[in-house]
Structures are given as C-alpha cells and as structure tokens.
C-alpha cells in the first residue's frame, strides 16, 4: 500500500497488504440505490441487498487482486496524480525544487528502455560490496548497508515511541527477513503453504539465473533462502500474539542486546547505521534475535551472503529490467491471483508516492483538497466525539472510575484531518534524472536516516504515518491520534452533494471506526498520553474481556473464503473498531436529526429513512470482490475481515439496524447472542 513503513502502533481502516495494487473505472464511485438488489431481503443478508447489484456489475480489472471503494478511489488518484507528475517531469528550468524532485524521480521510473538497457548493472556495486565480505564480521557492514537502502534481511531496525514513555523515541529491533507474507508459509504442511513454497524457490532460482548463476547454482541458491527463512519464521512470533503489546515489550540495555546475538555485531552494526547514541532500546522478540544470532553461527559465510544477496535482488527486482520485474510479478500472481502487471505509469506514481509523498502530497492537496472540506470533517469528528462520551458515560458494566479516565483519553485524542501542518523537507535527497534504480535506493536511504535519526529525540506528534493521497485513514496508540488523509474525503466515503444520513453511514463510521481503536483489546491498554499503562478497574477490565470474546466467537464463525474461516482474535480489534463505530456513527446522525429544526434531516430520500440510508451508505464503502488466492493470504496476514463481514458482522449485532429495517427474531440479521463492547 502507500504508506511509509508502518510500526506496530498504527491501526489502520483497510488494507490488502504489501501486494496491494491499484485500473481506470468510468463508473460512479459514489453511493448510488441502484448498486441495492431490491428483489432479496435486507434482514436476511443485509451485504448482499445493499451491494447485490454492485456485484453483479462489477469485475476485478485484470491488474487488481481485488476491487472495492477503497481501491477505486486509489484508481482515480493514480490519474490525479499521474497529471501532477506528467507535468513536473516535462516542466523544464521554471520547476520549484519540489517539482524537480518528484518530476525527475517519476520521469526516471518512467524510462522503461534505459532500465532494459542497464540490466543488473545499476545494482551491481551493491552485490559486489556482499561478495567481496571476507568474513562473517565484514558481511554485518554489508548487511546495515542493505537496510540503509530500504531492504530488510535477517531482522528489522527502526525508531518508535518508548511503550512506558511515549513522548521519547527509543531504537527497535523487530522480526523480519522473510520473503513469503507469514510465518506459516514456512511451517505449515497444507498444500497451500507447499505450493507458495514451491513458488519461492521457483522465483529465487530464476531471478539468481538471470543474475549470472548456473541453474543448478541457483537452485541451491533457491534452497539456501528456503533454509535460512524457515529457521527464522520459526523463531517468529505470530500474528495474533504480536496485537498484544506486552508480547512486545522487552526493553533492555544495550549490552543485554548485544548479549542475546553475540554472533551479530551489534555495535558494529549501529555504527554503520550511524545510529544516535543510546543506552536501551526495545528487542520486539528476544528469541528472534536469538535465533538470528544461530543462523549465523550455522550457516556458512557463503549461504549468508546468498540470503542477503536475495534479499537485494528482490527489492529492486521491480526497477531492474523486463526479466526481473516478470520474475517478481510471476511470484505476486500466485499470491494474489492478479491476471496483469499493473501499467508502468501506474508503478510509477505510486513509487513516487511512497518515495516522495509529503511533496507530490503538496500539489495534490492544492488541486483537491479545499478548506470547506476540513471544516465539515472537524464538526462531523466533533459530533462523533460526543456521540461516543455519551455512549461510554452509558454503559451500564462500566464502573464510573473507569469511565472518568476514559473520558480523559478520548479528550485527549488528536484530531489529524487531511495533511500535516509541516511538510517534509527533501532538501538533502538527491534526485538524478535518468538513475531510476539509484534513486530509489537514495530515497530509501533518506527514510532511513530520518528513522534512524529519530532515536532519542522527544516523539514529533505532528509527524504523519501516511502521505496526502492515502485512501486510507488511521489511529496511533502511541500518539493517541486519528488520522484521515485527503484521499479518503472524497466520494463514497465523504460526498458533499450526499445528505448527512449517508456521509455519516460512511466517513461518520469510520471516523468512529478509528476513534473506537483507543479502546479495543489493544487500544485499552494505552493511556492519553499513549503509554503502556492500565488505567482500568480489576473488574472492568475482565467484563471488557467477556464481551470482546463474543466478538472474537462472533468472527471466529465467519467463513472467508472455501473452508478457511477468520481468525476471529487476529481480527479482533477491527471488528470492535467497527462495532463501535457504527454504533456511535448513528447515534450522531440522531442527534443531528433531533436537533434540526426544518425537519429536512428526518426525512426519507428515495423511498429511504435517513437510518435505512445510513446503513446503505456504510455497505457502499464495504461491497467488493477479492480474487480467492487474496482471499486465502488475508485470512492469514490481514486483521480487517472482507466487506462482507464488516457488514454482516455489525448489523447483526445492532438492534438499531433492526428497527430500521423491521427484521424479525430468528432472521439471520438478528444475532440470538448479539455482542456489544461499546
Ligand atoms: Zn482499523
């Protein structure tokens, strides 16, 4: 997705993970009755009707591993954008330094004959630099300068808010290294699992082949990175282990790091990252590290080069030639079941996107994003806030102690709406008209250095986790803040022309969504200042507990796609984001109606109340398609359920829903134990 990199504080509204991808639509992306099929019956599959004939009139372009708003939205920026970029790459000695900058970066991604032309020539010095690692010690400068360039062998180096003291950025050291979406892919024995096995040492040897080894080098090549990955994925915590932040909260000296792996370097390595000094920083997963420091102990200077070598390969393989992006391509396919590599222009905005985001962000908030927009936002954010006290001074299992220091945490949360009060300064990355690859790699290098750069500094609340164009939105546990880039206030999530009762089913929901995320199963741990800290009542914690199982129960049942169900734990706080959400979303609207004195709120559009009309709008954000391979690696990798069940999953619950819609007990929409947390 764009986005830079992502630390485990952040809890986004939607994703498709790093194999998201973004086609022209000419349909309309706003919400529309005529996407509801009115032949079948709301309080059976309240989806199905409100999105039935969006499905039937919808089909995944070939270039996508699904189709939904979110991805549509993304389809309209790419035009958007691409005019920006079109115009700045060919605008000549009268550019602003910002235009130079992102004109020259996607000009240089767009010369697809000079990258044919370069081969693997471009990447060379730095395959050389692994090579020529006499031993083990000297491969750790190789390594440090592998991530510098963005690319993540062995382990993961970056710069996060101390979990006990938020406001100060401390050093992590997380797991990582691995070339398959989860650690599953290297230890589970389902046929699945075998065959994306099978597709890694397939890609590992053809890019190895086209890089000068013999195949049958490169087929042991294929197998040395199966190994080294296999050993370090079992040493990976999973996924639903990972959302509870105590599993990842192991701060320690520096010499106690060092001590875990003495085999790695660590010093070293900080040095040649040129890291801040420091004396504690946070190891996510000690036994991880332990197991990097085996891995290295084990294997042989040459298989560890190998690993590395791979993992440089790979990363740049989309900005080498033809043959390597086919081979990286061939390997997304059978993740994701994507039929056609995206247009190039395509690729490319989107590199410049994640590469330069906060300036090509500049000349696309100018062009799309006016003031009257973040005016409506904050008062809709301000009636949200309110909806949601009042929904957490009424719960009748909550002590008031509890309650009082919720309401501190949500007046405390910060509201962040479109882009950030201080641009990013690129002064010092260089850009080089006709260096794609370099570019790239200097781009990563200046991410880097601004991570690295971090360490020891008081937390920049101001910073931003997202660039402008983002359709997306998020909430940071550790800046306790709400996120909502330009790209997502726009049709069907925000429509001026669309009356209150839709735009609050719709971007209401959400901004409830990620408002909920401060108090979800792991959001509750958190305090206003975004520190580890309970702030809650013995007993009100453990009725908290009861009521997020019956949600985790609730999705656990949910199938995705043949047989594989959700993992209703991993999806947990999603779903009491959007539990929630909704919940206070339509309280909102019903204060809003109650309080309107022409009447006009209340009344019904199209044959439509205005609470019907708010659940339509909230299922408009949610009808899409996902290809069945996409389907499988999200039921593993992503903590969203697909749209169905974000739909299903919260109607069922609400009696609101059914008293809007009139469904009877014993209705599917009508849950028998419906859950409720807030
Ligand atoms: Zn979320």
């Given amino acids: 997705m764009r986005s830079c990199r992502l630390l485990p504080a952040f809890f986004l509204l939607f994703a498709l993970g790093s194999f998201a991808q973004s086609a022209p639509s000419e349909k309309a992306v706003g919400f529309s009755i005529d996407n509801i099929d009115k032949t079948l019956d709301p309080c059976v599959d309240f989806y199905q009707y409100a999105c039935g004939n969006w499905l039937k009139n919808n089909e995944i372009p070939a270039d996508q591993s699904a189709w939904v708003s979110f991805v549509e939205l993304d389809e309209r920026n790419l035009v958007t954008l691409e005019d920006i970029l079109e115009k700045a790459s060919t ?94 892919y290297y230890i589970k ?106 891995v290295l102990d084990s294997e042989s200077l040459d298989s560890l080069k190998t690993y590395v070598g791979w993992h440089l390969l790979r990363g740049s393989a989309a900005w080498l030639s033809q043959p390597y992006v086919d081979a990286s391509f061939k390997m997304r396919q059978a993740l994701t079941g994507q039929k056609e590599i995206q247009a190039r222009w395509k690729r490319c905005v989107e590199l410049t996107d994640n590469s330069l985001g906060e300036a090509l962000g500049q000349k696309y908030v100018d062009l799309t994003f006016g003031a009257d927009g973040k005016q409506r936002m904050l008062k809709m954010v301000d009636a949200l806030e309110k909806s949601l006290d009042e929904d957490i001074q009424g719960l009748p299992w909550m002590s008031d102690e509890t309650k009082k220091q919720a309401k501190v945490k949500l007046q405390a949360i910060r509201n962040k709406i479109g882009y950030p009060d201080v641009w990013r300064d690129y002064s010092s990355l260089t850009v080089v008209s006709g260096d794609l690859l370099g570019n790239f790699q200097r781009a990563n290098e ?14 920049d609340r101001k910073e931003w986790a997202m660039s402008p164009p983002t359709v997306n939105a998020y909430y940071s546990s550790s800046m306790n803040d709400i996120n909502f880039p330009a790209g997502i206030l726009q049709p069907p999530f925000f429509d001026k022309k669309m009356d209150d009762a839709v735009n609050f089913g719709a971007i209401g929901l959400v901004i409830g969504h990620e408002l909920t995320h401060g108090f979800d199963d792991q959001g509750r741990k958190f305090d206003p200042e975004g520190n580890l800290r309970d702030w809650w009542t013995a007993d009100d914690g453990k009725e908290f507990e009861k009521r997020v199982s019956c949600v985790a129960d609730e999705y656990s049942n949910f199938v995705a796609v043949d047989d594989l169900k959700l993992n209703g734990r991993l999806t947990l706080g999603e779903n009491t984001a959007d539990n929630g959400g909704a919940r206070v979303a339509l309280m909102a609207l019903e204060h809003m109606i109650a309080d309107d004195k022409t009447g006009n709120e209340g009344k019904s559009i199209d044959g439509y109340t205005p609470e019907q009309r708010f659940f339509l709008g909230f299922a408009r954000v949610w009808c899409e398609k996902r290809r069945p391979e996409t389907a499988r690696v999200q039921v593993k990798t992503n903590p969203h359920s697909p749209g169905k069940y974000r739909v299903d999953g919260v109607v069922q619950n609400m009696p609101e829903f059914q008293k809007a819609w009139g469904c009877k007990a014993g209705q599917p929409m009508v849950a028998q134990n419906a859950c409720r947390v807030w």
């Fill in 189 to 294: 024995d389902d046929a699945r699992m075998v065959e994306m096995r099978k597709h890694l040492v397939e890609y590992v040897t053809e890019t190895f082949t086209l890089a000068g080894r013999t195949p049958r080098q490169a087929g042991d090549s294929a197998q040395t990175v199966l190994r080294i990955e296999t050993a370090l994925a079992k040493a990976s915590m999973d996924r639903t282990l990972r959302r509870d932040p105590k599993n990842r909260d192991h701060k320690m000296t520096r010499d106690a790091a060092v001590a875990l792996a003495p085999n790695f370097y660590l010093n070293r390595y900080f040095a040649d990252e040129a890291a801040p000094s420091f004396s504690e920083l946070n190891v996510s997963n000690p036994d991880f590290f332990k197991q990097v420091n085996a």
């Fill in 91 to 184: 605008g000549g000695a009268n550019r602003s330094p910002v235009e130079q900058k992102i004109g020259d970066f996607y000009g240089s991604c767009m010369d697809e004959k000079t990258a044919n032309e370069k081969g693997l020539a471009p990447l060379q010095p730095e395959l050389d630099r692994i090579a020529a690692a006499k031993d083990k010690a000297v491969l750790i400068d190789a390594i440090a300068r592998v991530h510098m360039i963005g690319l993540n062998p062995l382990f993961n180096f970056y710069s996060g808010s101390d979990l006990h003291n938020a406001n100060q950025v401390i050093a992590y050291i997380d797991q990582g290294g691995l070339s398959l979406p989860d650690r599953d």
């Fill in 446 to 459: 200046f991410e880097s250095k601004r991570e690295i750069a971090k360490i020891e500094k008081p937390l």
